[in-house]
């Protein structure tokens, strides 16, 4: 079984930034694995945020693109989102993903095991 844990979720004030970690544990070799970023608003379907390949290639949705920032540490079995200039509409319960795929996707079905989230609340 793996386990990923989410932290770093928070309130912050638009324009504001937040780095979120997801540590990996059990059954999981992390260094061969694609580690993904979603996010969840109340109301809405789970939305690809970004993702990053064993190699370290990274894709981003446009909304992410020139203000988050994933990376990964191995020897950590840790994965990392830096957010930047957020915004109200960000507010949502992020999540973090593994999937053994050797190229990144984005199609949440393919991810074979999530965290538990981690809550993000962007407002004044």
């Known amino acids: 079984q793996v386990h990923l844990v989410e932290s770093g979720g928070g309130l912050v004030q638009p324009g504001g930034s937040l780095r979120l970690s997801c540590l990996a544990s059990?059954?999981?070799?992390?260094?061969?694995?694609?580690m993904g970023w979603y996010r969840q608003a109340p109301g809405n379907e789970r939305e690809f945020v970004a993702a990053i390949s064993r190699s370290g290639g990274t894709y981003y949705a446009d909304s992410a693109k020139g203000r988050f920032a994933i990376s990964r540490d191995n020897a950590k079995n840790t994965v990392y989102l830096q957010m930047n200039s957020l915004k109200p509409e960000e507010t949502a319960v992020y999540y973090c993903a593994s999937t053994s795929s050797l190229v990144i996707i984005t199609t949440p079905g393919r991810y074979a095991d999530w965290g538990q989230g981690t809550q993000v609340t962007v407002s004044s």
């Open positions: 059990g059954r999981i070799v992390f260094d061969l694995n694609t």
